[in-house]
């Protein structure tokens, strides 16, 4: 399958959250920014500067507006511990990984010592795992199950990366996302 047929949005202003949710589900009609504004009010309706997105409203959204997001899919964020090796992870119960990376800020060609985050979706469509980055010109084939595993080992190797599996609502709660013998008891056996 080549990169053409995956659905992949690329980055504008600050909405890498929308582009990483609407990557991950393939579908440009999953969210729009009017939906995260919405969310983004919802979370935090008697603030006047609302701390779930940036002050100029251009995007930047956190975590909470993704899992709120995800909630109207019957979806959850599940935070995954990096002291655990990413093979312990059921893909067949999940549909894909958001991660959060540091994002040098630019001006055009100028790098501002700003640090910000970015969102990242990674998904299986196919049979393959697809980076789908939307600061990628295009989307970015991993490769099978293994090759996946050790592209999101070596993220986790850094202290300021984290990884969310997304998966439907139940298989949060029973832990079926993780292999039976890493279910319930916070380190591997």
Partial sequence: MGASAVYHERQIKELCALHALNNLFQDKESYNKIQ???ICRNLAPNDYINPHRSILG????????IITALHIKDCEAVWFDKRKDPCC???SKIVGFILNVPSNYKIGFVRLPIQ?????SVRKINGEYWNLDSKLDAPQVIGKETQAMEYLRSQLQSNDKELFIVC???VDKDQTWLFPEYRHDGENK
């Fill in 58 to 65: 251009l995007g930047n959204y956190d975590i909470n507006v």
């Fill in 168 to 170: 439907t609502k139940g």
């Fill in 116 to 120: 910000r985050r970015h969102w990242i």
């Fill in 36 to 38: 995260l504004d919405e």
């Fill in 89 to 91: 992870i059921d893909t």
